[in-house]
């Protein structure tokens, strides 16, 4: 079975400064891999995803993400963090050869800026 | 706003109570899957529909259901709740699950208080 893990329950970052959110997936083969962020009273919007091809992404807002197969990784960055950008971070993974099984998240990440 | 529409908003009910939460995907969106996230699990696949036919579960209780009706919008029905049944209740849409590659766009949630 998939799994994500999240090592950071939580970071801070003075505003201004780079980000780097760590992922770390389990499977059998290279998953579909994605990022979404979930601000407070709100549903989780995607960020980006890795799905094949160049393993650098680039998403929404300013962030990117790069997948590393020899350290099953798939980080997330951005180089000057906003005050907006306070809010729990999630990697997931989805299987491949079928999307009929949900996605499994890591446990998050809470980012809280510092001014 | 990702085109995912849930409601009711926030839905408090006591023990042993039914509820229906609701969801309408995406136009042009097939699939829908439902998820529960809650401090101590975190986020956890319940059940997917595709075009009206259940196409897998994750770990929902026997005591939850859920169809997809001809328009497409889905109800997960929640019986004998309990007061571990608390969670924000997410819905998620995707074009279908197949073979290609496939992002799932979330709902703003209903938060579901037992007491």
């Known amino acids: 079975a998939q799994s994500v893990t999240q090592p950071d329950i939580h970071i801070t970052v003075s505003e201004g400064a780079s980000l780097e959110l760590r992922c770390n997936y389990s499977?059998?083969?290279?998953?579909?891999l994605f990022w979404y962020v979930q601000s407070p009273g709100q549903g989780l919007q995607l960020l980006l995803k890795y799905f094949s091809g160049d393993t650098l992404v680039q998403g929404i807002k300013g962030f990117e993400a790069e997948f590393k197969r020899s350290q099953s990784s798939f980080n997330l960055r951005k180089p000057s963090v906003h005050w907006s950008d306070a809010a729990e971070y999630f990697c997931a993974v989805g299987a491949r050869g079928g999307g009929a099984d949900g996605l499994t998240f890591g446990k998050g990440t809470h980012l809280i800026i510092q001014p | 706003d990702s085109g995912v529409t849930q409601t009711p908003k926030h839905l408090i009910t006591a023990t042993g109570q039914r509820v229906t939460l609701r969801c309408s995907p995406r136009s042009g969106d097939l699939s829908v899957y439902w998820y529960q996230q809650s401090l101590d699990q975190g986020l956890q696949f319940l059940i997917h529909y595709y075009n009206g036919e259940e196409r897998a579960k994750g770990n929902i209780l026997e005591r939850f259901s859920a169809q997809q009706f001809p328009d497409l919008h889905s109800e997960l029905n929640l019986s004998s709740l309990e007061l571990g049944d608390s969670a924000l209740y997410f819905c998620?849409?995707?074009?279908?699950?197949?073979?290609?590659?496939?992002?799932?766009?979330f709902g703003p949630g209903t938060r579901l208080t037992v007491t």
């Open positions: 998620a849409s995707s074009v279908g699950p197949g073979t290609a590659p496939y992002e799932q766009y």
């Open positions: 499977y059998g083969a290279t998953p579909y």
